[in-house]
């Protein structure tokens, strides 16, 4: 489990330096993560559905605290939002229209009756 959690930091550290490297902004490993930590404490706060607004506020925010532009760190940052609605939007198409046949959600239902 600490490995993966260790794996998803790296590779979430990956995106965000991926993200302003798309907008002309170099950033350094150190910047790169920092900037995730601070999204990923902004996105459990509870007072925004998904953190929408709150994370890119912190993103733009953190970059902008460590001496990057905001122009570029805000654009960054909705780049980076876009392209998760993107990939969650396609996973959940492919959930809409990739259901189990109907066998096997009735024979799950009668294990689930049986077990109680």
Do not use: K, M, N
């Not at 550290?13 to 490297?21: D, G, H, I, R, S």
């Not at 492919?94 to 109907?102: E, I, M, Q, V, W």
């Amino acid at each position: 489990l600490l490995a993966a959690s260790f794996a998803f930091q790296w590779l979430a550290a990956a995106y965000v330096y991926c993200t302003f490297a798309a907008v002309g902004v170099h950033l350094d490993l150190g910047a790169a993560l920092l900037i995730t930590a601070a999204a990923g404490v902004a996105a459990v706060l509870p007072i925004s559905i998904s953190g929408l607004g709150v994370v890119e506020g912190s993103i733009a925010g953190s970059a902008v605290a460590l001496g990057f532009p905001y122009e570029p760190a805000l654009l960054a940052a909705i780049l980076s939002r876009l392209l998760v609605s993107v990939i969650s939007a396609l996973c959940g198409l492919f959930y809409l229209f990739d259901r189990p046949p109907a066998d096997l959600v009735t024979a799950g239902s009668a294990q689930a009756r049986r077990l109680g």
